[in-house]
T-cell receptor, first 111, second 113 residues
Framework: QQPVQSPQAVILREGEDAVINCSSSKALYSVHWYRQKHGEAPVFLMILLKGGEQKGHEKISASFNEKKQQSSLYLTASQLSYSGTYFCGTEGKGGSEKLVFGKGTKLTVNP | DSGVTQTPKHLITATGQRVTLRCSPR?????VYWYQQSLDQGLQFLIQYYNGEERAKGNILERFSAQQFPDLHSELNLSSLELGDSALYFC????????????FGPGTRLTVL
């Protein structure tokens, strides 16, 4: 079942913060986050495996609440290079190794 | 550059035809994944191979098939093509399992006329 991402789109000014959410109706084993720029391939950001775990990547971090079947991606002090579409991919409990991606959140960072 | 290569970059063909997309994973990666990305469906997982064996299957149509060869490169075969098969097809590779980082190739853009 496809996870639901929110918001669908967000527009920021450079330096502002954003949160992107990913919710699943099924129990999750892992959550993956990717960023895709227009006309390019998705690029890996991070994988979260445990409930409540938080991971960081430069000024981008994420949390995974296993009980709520939710993950959030936090972008702090956004830069122009953060613009793109962010996808979460979820893997069901038991590690089925089948990633199901959300429809994506389009992030635009303006100067 | 992710280290994953895909050929061809673009493919234009007619309905009813058959095409083969090729993927070479990063050196050392044993798993290969195929994804389809279209405007209305988003990024859809098709199939995963691990060291030559099929590991996981997604929403792959019966008209599509894939294999991974002993040198670990993979091919995705699409047959009896329909207009709706027009999409970007990505290959990704990882060291072992899906909990490892997946590195995406540049994609093959398939247009079915």
């Amino acid at each position: 079942q496809q996870p639901v991402q929110s918001p669908q789109a967000v527009i920021l000014r450079e330096g502002e913060d954003a949160v992107i959410n990913c919710s699943s109706s099924k129990a999750l084993y892992s959550v993956h986050w990717y960023r895709q720029k227009h006309g390019e391939a998705p690029v890996f950001l991070m994988i979260l495996l445990k409930g409540g775990e938080q991971k960081g990547h430069e000024k981008i971090s994420a949390s995974f609440n296993e009980k709520k079947q939710q993950s959030s991606l936090y972008l702090t002090a956004s830069q122009l290079s953060y613009s793109g579409t962010y996808f979460c991919g979820t893997e069901g409990k038991g590690g089925s190794e089948k990633l199901v991606f959300g429809k994506g959140t389009k992030l635009t960072v303006n100067p | 550059d992710s280290g994953v290569t895909q050929t061809p970059k673009h493919l234009i063909t007619a309905t009813g035809q058959r095409v083969t997309l090729r993927c070479s994973p990063r050196s050392g990666d044993l798993s290969v994944y195929w994804y389809q990305q279209s405007l209305d469906q988003g990024l859809q997982f098709l199939i995963q191979y691990y060291n030559g064996e099929e590991r996981a299957k997604g929403n792959i149509l019966e008209r599509f098939s894939a294999q991974q060869f002993p040198d670990l490169h993979s091919e995705l075969n699409l047959s009896s093509l329909e207009l709706g098969d027009s999409a970007l097809y990505f290959c990704a590779s990882s060291v072992r399992t899906s909990t490892d980082t997946q590195y995406f190739g540049p994609g093959t853009r398939l247009t079915v006329l």
